[in-house]
T-cell receptor, first 113, second 116 residues
C-alpha cells in the first residue's frame, strides 16, 4: 500500500543553523506534497506545500524540494529560531479517486537558543 | 472566520462502550477527512468524504468504525464496542476542492479518546 517514510525522527540544531527533513513516498501517482507543523497539544497547520509540476518552492525561511523521479521531497528551514521547535509532518496526496493523504511519522525538531 | 471544530474535545469510555465524535468543517468546504493520531505518530488516514459521498473508507481499522456526513456538512465518526487500542486523538480536516490550493487541509483541534 501507500507509504511515506520520514527522516530523521528527531533533529536538534543550534539557533541560526539550518534544518533539513527528508521524506520518500511509494505511490507514483502522488502529486501534492504538504508539510505540516504541529506544536504540542495543538492541531497540525500547513506551513508549505508543493505540487508535482514544480521542483522547488520557497517561502521566507522555509523551502521544499521535490524529486519525482526518485520519489523524495525535503523541507529546509534556514536561520532556525526557538519558535520553530515542533513536530513536522510530511505528507503525500493523490488526486485520482479523491485526495487520500498519507502522512510521515513526523520529525521532532528542537532549536536550542 | 470559524475554523474546523470538533466535539467533544476529550472523551473517556469504558471498554465496550459506543462513542460518537462530531466534526464541523469550515462552511463551504467540500472535502472532509478523518484521521487517527496515536501518541508520537503522524495522522493516519481513516476515511474521506466529498460532500455527502464517502469516497474512500480504506483506512477504517475495523467494522466497528463507521463515519457519515448525511447532508454534506457535519460529520460523525462512530466507534462501536470500543477497545483499548482505539485510544488516540481523532482529527478531522476539511478542504475546498478544486480551487487554487484546493488540496490544503484545515485541521480541527481533535478529540482525545481514552478507552479504559
Amino acid at each position: 500500500g501507500e507509504n511515506v517514510e520520514q527522516h530523521p525522527s528527531t533533529l536538534s540544531v543550534q539557533e541560526g543553523d539550518s534544518a533539513v527533513i527528508k521524506c520518500t513516498y511509494s505511490d507514483s501517482a502522488s502529486n501534492y506534497f504538504p508539510w505540516y507543523k504541529q506544536e504540542l497539544g495543538k492541531r497540525p497547520q500547513l506551513i508549505i506545500d508543493i505540487r508535482s509540476n514544480v521542483g522547488e518552492k520557497k517561502d521566507q525561511r522555509i523551502a521544499v524540494t521535490l524529486n519525482k523521479t526518485a520519489k523524495h521531497f525535503s523541507l529546509h528551514i534556514t536561520e532556525t529560531q526557538p519558535e520553530d521547535s515542533a513536530v513536522y509532518f510530511c505528507a503525500a496526496s493523490t488526486e485520482s479517486g479523491g485526495f487520500k493523504t498519507i502522512f510521515g511519522a513526523g520529525t521532532r525538531l528542537f532549536v536550542k537558543a | 472566520g470559524a475554523g474546523v471544530s470538533q466535539s467533544p474535545r476529550y472523551k473517556v469510555a469504558k471498554r465496550g462502550q459506543d462513542v460518537a465524535l462530531r466534526c464541523d468543517p469550515i462552511s463551504g468546504h467540500v472535502s472532509l477527512f478523518w484521521y487517527q493520531q496515536a501518541l508520537g505518530q503522524g495522522p493516519e488516514f481513516l476515511t474521506y468524504f466529498q460532500n455527502e459521498a464517502q469516497l474512500d473508507k480504506s483506512g477504517l481499522p475495523s467494522d466497528r468504525f463507521f463515519a457519515e456526513r448525511p447532508e454534506g456538512s457535519v460529520s460523525t465518526l462512530k466507534i462501536q464496542r470500543t477497545q483499548q487500542e482505539d485510544s488516540a486523538v481523532y482529527l478531522c480536516a476539511s478542504s475546498l476542492v478544486g480551487e487554487g490550493r484546493g488540496n490544503e487541509q484545515f485541521f480541527g483541534p481533535g478529540t482525545r479518546l481514552t478507552v479504559l
